[in-house]
């Protein structure tokens, strides 16, 4: 089944970016927002996930591509940068729409903040010769620490939205990791992490999610506030 990834990215899209143009939602106005987002995101995961394809950190396998590579990444896994931000912030915007009150406190924000750092600082101190969980979590914790200080509201609702996006990411990334087909679509060396699965899921892969939608939704909020400037002078 070739075209498996495919179908998991295309899937991923298709309701997101039909209910784009829902009247009230009217998301596509976000686009030029998206689109600078997600390009600056995938200038810092692209070369992340090709240095570690080349180094065996993790790979693909070949039974579910269409064949097609560029810098050694099926054409699948670019799409990926592409199908699953655009769902998830699609997604986040969504619930903050019919749900505007979906916030935690600003003082149960900070704190869980600083607690999530606290656990990877700890965990990076036993395990930093893991390069998926040095690379993950450091670069968790520097974009954590960036989004406290310039945009507490953000983590205040992303939080929250972040648990309903769980859902979709463990079916997809399930799927990605090996529940329910013969073999794994993507594969990991347990060696470079930590070694311990939800599921068929590495623990890892949370915490790359958080940090890969949260970049996106950042930057987002960062280029539209930008233009409002802009139109106000």
Request: with cysteine; aromatic share 20%; charged share 10%.
């Amino acid at each position: 089944m070739n075209y498996l990834y495919l179908l998991l990215n295309l899937g991923s899209l298709s309701i997101p970016f039909i209910f784009s143009f829902h009247p009230k939602l009217k998301f596509y106005k976000k686009w030029p927002y998206l689109i600078l987002a997600m390009l600056l995101t995938m200038v810092v995961f692209i070369p992340w996930d090709v240095i570690f394809t080349n180094n065996g950190i993790w790979g693909f396998n070949e039974n579910y591509f269409l064949g097609m590579k560029l810098f050694q990444l099926p054409i699948e896994e670019w799409l990926f940068f592409i199908c699953i931000p655009y769902a998830c912030v699609f997604t986040h915007y969504a619930l903050l729409y019919y749900f505007p009150n979906l916030k935690l406190s600003l003082k149960l924000t900070t704190g869980l903040s600083w607690g999530l750092l606290v656990v990877m600082v700890l965990l990076l101190s036993f395990h930093y010769d893991k390069w998926y969980t040095l690379i993950n979590y450091g670069f968790a914790i520097i974009l954590i620490l960036l989004v406290l200080k310039n945009n507490l509201e953000l983590l205040r609702s992303y939080y929250l939205t972040f648990l309903v996006m769980l859902i979709p990411f463990f079916i997809v990334n399930g799927i990605l990791t090996g529940s329910g087909i013969e073999d794994q679509v993507v594969w990991y060396n347990n060696s470079e992490n930590l070694g311990i699965r939800l599921w068929t899921i590495p623990i890892e892969d949370t915490i790359y999610a958080f940090t890969l939608i949260l970049m996106n939704l950042a930057l987002v909020d960062y280029f539209e506030k930008r233009s409002l400037r802009k139109q106000q002078l």
